[in-house]
């Protein structure tokens, strides 16, 4: 706590030293030979060469400013994913839109509901705003809608709901989906962030763009993060109805899509050879993981996402920090998920065949050990 009345130097406002840091994945080993990083869901085969030249393009007029709407890139996503451009914003990854729709939509005291194992970001950012945090119990490791829904109080704003769920992989059906949004007030806020939505395979799916259509709030967040492999573009955006895109125009930075992102997000886009290869790699090794691994004696969780969390055994010899430091050893870096409410799991990203078989091999090891 900082007291009011400390006047010897600047203070943060009230609620601000309370914020826990996001910490990232991890991205390095001590003495491994070759690092497998598989820790931030980032996409085992690189983002598209098309892309990599757009950039290099880019490199050579950095003097410019860059288009404050986006306006090439609203329009490549439009026509992508069969969207009106001006029912989208971009955003320098998807978490600036969610720290934006917090901001924008929560005052200090408000509620804002978020699912108990659900993504990290959405408490920083509803804490920053000078709301109150509010986290659902889920059941058997995904969200449960009617809990979320008893969680609805006179001053809850905002629901934040990733589909597919990052670190358990879970999914909603759309008849769940649109259950949930059936039992909100409509001054309350809907965020569905489908930052996983192209890998998941079930028929039952659907991201949210229908809702979005339908109503006046809910907005789908997506990024260029995970299928994409642009991680380290920052390439996000938001489609959602006029009058939440006027408000988030207002509240977002000038300039906040850089041009590099710009041109990487529209060369992306156009080479849908990438993704495909990209989902099928992912469906392929998803399921060789969801296999292999439970035939070690671990459980998985099961997912639809591009990563999976296994958890470990009770014993204390072969807890997930024990494996967490032998996998990362040989050169495996993991996803530490305590602050996710697992203490004793790890998530792993799917990899390339050569980590998805050597995690599998490293793992048979260190339980035997
Ligand atoms: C990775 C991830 C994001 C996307 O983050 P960016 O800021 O776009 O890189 C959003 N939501 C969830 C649930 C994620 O796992």
């Avoid at 039952?204 to 967040?221: C, F, H, I, R």
């Avoid at 009058?243 to 990487?264: K, W, Y």
């Amino acid at each position: 706590m900082t007291k009011a009345t400390d006047l010897s130097r600047p203070q943060p406002r009230a609620g601000v030293m309370d914020i826990e840091a996001y910490v990232p994945g991890k991205s390095g080993a001590h003495g491994a030979v070759k690092v497998h990083k598989l820790s931030s869901n980032e996409n085992p085969l690189g983002s598209s060469p098309k892309v990599i030249e757009a950039v290099r393009e880019v490199a050579g007029k950095l003097e410019f400013y860059p288009d404050g709407a986006a306006t090439r890139l609203r329009e490549a996503i439009g026509e992508a994913h069969g969207l009106n451009p001006a029912n989208i914003v971009c955003s320098n990854g998807s978490d600036e839109i969610l720290g934006l729709l917090a901001q924008t939509y929560l005052s200090p005291g408000d509620e804002a509901i978020f699912t108990e194992h659900g993504f990290l970001v959405y408490k920083i950012y509803i804490q920053a705003a000078g709301a109150v945090p509010v986290s659902v119990k889920e059941t058997e490791e995904r969200a449960d809608v009617d809990a979320i829904l008893a969680a609805v109080s006179p001053r809850t704003k905002i629901v934040f709901l990733a589909n597919p769920n990052n670190p358990t992989g879970t999914y909603l059906p759309f008849e769940e989906i649109r259950r949930l949004h059936a039992g909100l007030p409509r001054h309350v806020l809907l965020v569905i962030d489908a930052a996983y939505a192209e890998y998941v395979r079930r028929n039952d799916y659907e991201a949210g763009v229908e809702l979005v259509g339908n109503s006046q709030n809910v907005v789908m967040t997506r990024t260029f993060s995970k299928i994409h492999g642009l991680g380290g573009m920052r390439i996000g955006w938001m489609y959602g109805p006029a009058h939440i895109v006027d408000a988030i125009n207002r509240m977002r930075g000038p300039f906040n899509v850089n041009a590099a992102a710009i041109e990487a997000g529209v060369a992306a886009l156009k080479d849908r050879a990438h993704v495909d290869r990209t989902v099928a790699h992912n469906d392929h090794w998803l399921r060789w993981l969801s296999e292999e691994l439970p035939k070690l004696g671990l459980r998985v969780t099961p997912s639809v996402g591009n990563f999976i969390l296994i958890h470990f055994p009770t014993d204390e010899k072969h807890s997930a920090e024990k494996a967490d430091a032998f996998l990362s050893s040989r050169g495996y870096i993991l996803r530490r998920v305590a602050a996710y409410g697992f203490p004793n799991a790890l998530r792993m990203t799917v990899g390339t065949e050569e980590a998805n078989r050597g995690v599998a091999a490293a793992l048979a090891e260190f339980l035997k050990s």
